[in-house]
């Protein structure tokens, strides 16, 4: 009867709804940010000389942090770590066929437009997405912060971002779990390059399908980008930002990629409910900045960094990491507790840690036992060595 009644009393201590208090109060950074200063940017000047020269004249307390990683083998290089030709070849096979994709993120609008309701057609792309591939898909209104201010990448680089579309539709692509675990080996890039292509795909199809219907629309696909994808995910309501900065989803966590369409095609827009509980664990948990190699993720409390609450990795540590390395690494993604396995009982961890805060504090220290403090990277699986 004792018994009975301490389960009793447990089960509702950790199953019943008792969010805590944990909330952010601001979330909007204050200052936008430009594409040139993003590290994929600055190492695409590297080979563009000129624009280089200007980049360090315009941003002079860049120049000394780059010439750490400019010294590296180089992201994909064949003389960095973990060079290895299938997953490296695979990966510049991805990169190349996404290439193809930039002419045609943008085209010629049907200049009749179908006469159809906002509420019909948010129905469709939501639905469509998810039969494109996608794993979440939502809409936000598109808003002046989650725009860059000026493009880094490519042609347009230099050019100021004028998007003047009325919404944002964003949706996640899973990173598969095996390969994404062997990181920082080379499945890692190889899994990367090619969700990079997937969700370009899709974003692209979406994009060309609402200006067959009509409305004016845009995909931002990789390297080719006017936009910060995950804000307008998060804004979208398919997660939260956590410690690394990524999108972290109710699904997969981090282990996702992001695609993104703005348009000014009739939708509404999807009800973002906040999940502070992602936080709060991020707060207690710090295993992605334990294990990163070149501990570019902050190991301190969330904190307010120019108007929002927030955590901001080191992105020139991160990416020096990427250049000795060759691949984009994914240690961080790989062992946080939210990209475990999309299963029955991670799904209903990761509910219990939305639902209930004691449950919350124990999952943290559940996963140290059962995954392990620092969980080492799996081994390549044969087929992929080589
Ligand atoms: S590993 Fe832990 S701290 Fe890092 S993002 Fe995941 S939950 Fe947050
Ligand atoms: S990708 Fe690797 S180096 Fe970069 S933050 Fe994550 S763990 Fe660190």
Redesign the pocket.
Known sequence: MVYLLIIMVLGLLFFLPIKGKFKLIKETPKTRISERNIMFSRSEITRRTELQEQYYKDFPEHKDLDEVWQKKAGLGAKESQFYAPLSFKASEASFHTIEFLRPIVNGAVNPIPEEISAEKLTEFVLNWGKKLGAISVGICDLKKEHLYTERGRGEAYGKKVENNHRFGIAFTVEMDEEYLSTGPAGPTLMESAYQYLNSGVISIQIAEFLRRMGFESRAHIDGDYELIAPLVARDAGLGEL???GLL?TPEL??RVRIGVITTNAPLIISERKPDYSVHQ??NW?????VVCPSQA?PKTPIEELDGAQRWKINHEKCFGYWCTSGTDCGR?MS????AHKNNGLHNFVRWGIRNNVFFRYVAVHLDDVFYGKKPKPKKVPDWLEG
């Not at 948990?285 to 900045?289: H, S, Y």
């Not at 062992?335 to 939210?338: L, W």
Request: charged fraction near 10%.
């Open positions: 956590g410690r690394m972290m966590g981090p664990f991020c948990c710090m295993k992605c900045a993720i961080c062992v946080c507790p939210y």
